[in-house]
């Protein structure tokens, strides 16, 4: 039932009919919980929020299925409003942006030169920014174009996830850029060929390269809400008297928002996700699929008063 439901959310994450709904309608279904807001004045009020109560913040603007070269402009168009209110409200965030939204899918030029209109503007205000990971498909591109812009900008970071085999191959050879990495277990369906089958595989690498990565004195994001992993980071950190300012937590917002707290209440720095913009139904769609047990908070929220 678990597994159904799952593919359920996942196949309706890429329903373009479902995603067009969702547009018109605004932020639904209980929503709210994952997604900070369907505009940036909303997702800004969110960031300040967050920075009040002591945490950090970092930005995604929700808009994953470009597959035109004028959508790719405009997605790259509000990425760099998104960095000049960040710094106009001078807040503690920074941006976390999806290359297939500003043209990976449509070619490696026309993706480098939204980049660097990003990467100029972030370059010109402090910002940092963090290239995501996506499929496979995308992941050496990805790495190709960090590793290249690395070499031009200093504010720049990715993210390696652990249920890729090639995950601690990748961590060395980025120790060469000491790379600013976010590191997670990975979140989309990846075969068998490339990826670890197995949860407890996965769990085992993730803690491996977390050690790694740490241990070669770069920064690291560490971003889970797993309790073991979270335990392993502190410990790892305690032994070999790295400082609570070389790593960071990071979770999603809306997931255990109480872990979020005790870590900032224990001193250890937190960043929040923050997706935002009106295409918000397709990450909310893989939030569920990723935990059908949110259903039942969906469900609660649908049948409030006012909720449709
Ligand atoms: C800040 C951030 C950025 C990320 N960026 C990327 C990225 O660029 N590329 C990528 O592939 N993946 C990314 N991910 C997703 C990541 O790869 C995992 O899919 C996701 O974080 C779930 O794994 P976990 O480490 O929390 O551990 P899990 O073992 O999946 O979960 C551990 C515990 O966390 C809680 N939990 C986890 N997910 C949920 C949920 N949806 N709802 C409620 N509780 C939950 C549960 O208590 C669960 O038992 C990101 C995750 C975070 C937190």
């Not at 290359?99 to 449509?106: A, D, N, P, R, V």
């Not at 990975?186 to 990565?213: L, R, W």
């Not at 059908?292 to 609660?300: C, G, Q, S, T, W």
Request: aromatic letters at 10%; charged letters at 25%.
């Amino acid at each position: 039932m678990e597994a159904l439901l799952s593919k359920t959310f996942q196949n309706l994450s890429k329903n373009s009919m479902a995603n067009k709904m969702a547009k018109k309608y605004g932020l639904r279904f209980g929503a709210k919980r994952f997604v900070a807001g369907s505009n940036l004045e909303q997702a800004i009020e969110s960031v300040r929020e967050l920075n009040n109560n002591g945490m950090l913040a970092m930005l995604n603007y929700l808009g994953e299925f470009t597959n035109s070269e004028t959508s790719a402009s405009e997605t790259t168009e509000d990425l760099v409003g998104t960095i000049k209110a960040i710094r106009n409200e001078q807040l503690d965030c920074y941006l976390s942006i999806k290359l297939s939204s500003i043209g990976l899918e449509i070619g490696k030029d026309v993706c480098l030169d939204n980049l660097k209109k990003i990467l100029d503007e972030a370059e010109a205000t402090g910002t940092f920014v963090r290239l995501e990971m996506e499929n496979y498909s995308n992941c050496q591109k990805t790495l190709d174009i960090y590793k290249e812009m690395k070499t031009k900008y200093e504010n720049i970071g990715t993210v390696i996830q652990a249920y890729l085999y090639r995950s601690a191959k990748d961590i060395s050879d980025l120790n060469n850029y000491n790379a600013n990495l976010r590191l997670v277990k990975g979140a989309y369906n990846e075969s068998a060929e490339v990826a670890y089958p197995k949860k407890s595989d996965v769990d085992e690498n993730f803690e491996s390269i977390i050690t790694t990565h740490l241990l070669n004195g770069n920064y690291a994001g560490v971003a889970t809400h797993d309790d073991a992993a979270i335990k392993h980071t502190i410990r790892v950190a305690k032994q070999n008297n790295i400082s609570k300012d070389s790593f960071e937590f990071q979770m999603l917002h809306g997931i255990r928002p109480d872990l979020q707290k005790q870590l900032r209440d224990e001193g250890y720095k937190i960043r929040v996700y923050l997706p935002f913009g009106s295409d918000w139904f397709g990450y909310f769609m893989r939030r569920l699929a990723e935990r059908p047990e949110n259903l039942a908070f969906v469900v609660k929220n649908t049948f409030k008063k006012g909720a449709v």
